[in-house]
């Protein structure tokens, strides 16, 4: 199974995960979008020096969006996680474009996103408030 992991970059969920289907012996192969804030904000660099903050997040944008997309087109499931300290819009953007394509995705995030993601949640196959659960899910979802 090819599992993308998008979303907040500020904790080590995806670690946890990864670490957890690896205990449980899952064949399981994960990508990720750029997880490097300052890497993945100079993403367009390469194509000039931009006079404004717009145009260089803009050109950026679309270069990470080469990978992104492909990731997940080519995912089997993906994992999005809310975190409560940042808005995460590009990845209520990335469980929309799961949506657009019919890829199923589980939703990861505390109780007090509840209200908030109604619409996102409610297009995911599962919300999942911890790491584990998501493993747990991952695991029946190879071996039901």
């Given at each position: 199974?090819?599992?993308?992991?998008?979303?907040?970059?500020?904790?080590?969920?995806?670690?946890q995960i990864i670490k957890g289907c690896d205990a449980k012996n899952l064949n399981v192969t994960f990508i990720s979008a750029n997880t490097d804030h300052e890497a993945s904000d100079a993403a367009g660099d390469c194509l000039g020096e931009e006079s404004t903050a717009f145009?260089?997040?803009?050109?950026?944008?679309?270069v990470n969006a080469i990978r992104i997309h492909h990731a997940i087109k080519t995912c089997d499931l993906a994992v999005?996680?809310?975190?409560?300290?940042?808005?995460?819009?590009n990845a209520a953007f990335d469980a929309g474009f799961c949506a657009a394509l019919n890829k199923p995705y589980i939703t990861l995030h505390d109780?007090?996103?509840t209200h908030p993601l109604k619409e996102v949640d409610a297009s995911a196959q599962a919300w999942a408030i911890s790491p584990e659960q998501v493993v747990e899910i991952i695991a029946y979802s190879i071996n039901p």
């Open positions: 199974m090819k599992v993308y992991l998008s979303g907040e970059i500020h904790t080590d969920w995806r670690v145009w260089r997040d803009h050109k950026s944008a679309k999005i996680r809310f975190g409560d300290k940042y808005k995460q819009w109780e007090s996103l």
